[in-house]
């Protein structure tokens, strides 16, 4: 019995452990650190801007990223229900401008500056009103 309680309390800190990680955008989207840069599930309703977004606000808050740095998707969007993943390291992509924000989460290279990636939590101040 105490090696099943020892077990059960091992395995509940470790998921609080990993779900401590992830950090909530201030448009309440999930975003989680991932091996060469981070990870977005969706855009809480929001598309390609909320995920964009929440991108900048991470960049920013956790890890202190300046408005003029760059954030690349790095990890495409294969499909409608796949995470996309970004980084502010273009390494291995050839950087792509931006020309069509909802196609640009299908493109290795995508990118945006911090600033014009956080001025899409916009919308979602406006919805919090």
Request: hydrophobic letters at 50%; charged letters at 20%.
């Amino acid at each position: 019995m105490v090696k099943f309680a020892t077990a059960l309390f091992l395995a509940f800190a470790g998921a609080t452990a990993a779900s401590a990680q992830d950090f909530r955008a201030e448009n309440r989207v999930t975003v989680t650190p991932v091996d060469g840069g981070f990870q977005i599930a969706d855009g809480a309703g929001f598309g390609a801007r909320g995920m964009w977004c929440a991108a900048a606000d991470y960049a920013n808050d956790v890890l202190g990223a300046r408005s003029n740095v760059r954030i690349y998707v790095v990890g495409p969007r294969l499909s409608f229900d796949a995470p996309v993943t970004f980084s502010l390291d273009p390494a291995g992509n050839d950087p792509k401008r931006v020309l069509i924000l909802s196609q640009s989460l299908r493109a290795a290279g995508s990118n945006l500056s911090l600033a014009h990636a956080h001025s899409f939590c916009a919308d979602a101040r406006l919805i919090k009103r």
